[in-house]
């Protein structure tokens, strides 16, 4: 992607998603196309959208109705990391470099295989960084990669191999992440299975 240059067109873009424009600008591109590529969704203060008999039945089921302004807007925490993915993220061509004695075409048949987990954004791929380690994949992540469903955004699948399972518990009783699991050598069935549970 090529950088764009700083422009008050920028900040106003920015100020009108809830965030700022400042440096790093390449990251502020990638969060510009990350929103530009989801689906719209507008909401705004939930109480003032409901009637006082909705907001009691509601509070009687449990639900919290309260507006919460010191907490992190999910929406915005979920573009920054898709944000971060796109603005990490390889090209083919830079995965084949990396990976070393392969080209990008066949980059993109492991992406077609999903044993290489990508992103396609305007027409290009993007394979998240956390696949790789600094001689090449992560062991066995093709075969966990093929489990996963291919439903699942890029966010959801990044969160989920960097979240600490109990169910992998490392020889020290403390608990892995599947990624970490991985990286460690470890069985890589008990990941895929729960990759296709997912």
Same mark, same amino acid.
């Given at each position: 992607?090529?950088?764009?240059?700083?422009?008050?067109?920028?900040?106003?873009?920015?100020?009108?998603? &809830?965030?700022?424009? !400042?440096?790093?600008?390449? @990251?502020?591109?990638? @969060?510009?196309?990350?929103?530009?590529?989801?689906?719209?969704?507008?909401?705004?203060?939930s109480l003032h959208e409901l009637t006082p008999p909705e907001i #009691?039945? /509601?509070r009687r089921a449990g639900a919290d109705v309260e507006e919460h302004?010191?907490?992190?807007?999910? +929406?915005?925490?979920?573009? #920054? #990391?898709?944000?971060?993915?796109?603005?990490?993220? /390889?090209?083919p061509a830079q995965a084949a470099a990396r990976l070393g004695g392969?080209?990008?075409?066949?980059?993109?048949?492991?992406? !077609?295989?999903?044993? *290489?987990?990508?992103?396609?954004?305007?027409?290009?791929?993007?394979?998240?960084?956390?696949?790789?380690?600094?001689?090449?994949?992560?062991?066995?992540? &093709?075969?966990?990669?093929?489990? =996963?469903?291919?439903? *699942?955004?890029? =966010?959801?699948?990044?969160?989920?191999?960097?979240?600490?399972?109990?169910?992998?518990? #490392?020889?020290?009783?403390?608990? /892995?992440?599947?990624?970490?699991?991985?990286?460690? &050598?470890?069985?890589?069935?008990? +990941? =895929?299975?729960?990759?296709?549970? *997912?």
């Amino acid at each position: 992607m090529p950088q764009r240059h700083a422009h008050p067109a920028d900040d106003r873009y920015f100020q009108t998603h &809830g965030l700022s424009a !400042r440096p790093p600008r390449a @990251l502020n591109a990638a @969060l510009q196309q990350a929103i530009d590529s989801m689906h719209r969704t507008l909401y705004g203060p939930s109480l003032h959208e409901l009637t006082p008999p909705e907001i #009691a039945l /509601l509070r009687r089921a449990g639900a919290d109705v309260e507006e919460h302004p010191d907490r992190d807007d999910p +929406v915005a925490t979920y573009v #920054a #990391a898709f944000g971060a993915i796109l603005a990490t993220g /390889l090209t083919p061509a830079q995965a084949a470099a990396r990976l070393g004695g392969i080209t990008s075409v066949r980059v993109r048949q492991m992406i !077609r295989e999903r044993t *290489l987990y990508a992103v396609r954004v305007d027409g290009r791929w993007k394979i998240p960084i956390h696949q790789f380690v600094h001689d090449g994949l992560v062991p066995n992540i &093709g075969a966990v990669n093929a489990a =996963v469903p291919n439903t *699942l955004d890029a =966010v959801s699948v990044l969160r989920w191999f960097t979240t600490p399972d109990p169910e992998l518990e #490392a020889p020290d009783g403390h608990a /892995l992440s599947p990624l970490d699991w991985l990286k460690a &050598g470890m069985d890589p069935a008990p +990941v =895929v299975e729960m990759a296709s549970a *997912l």
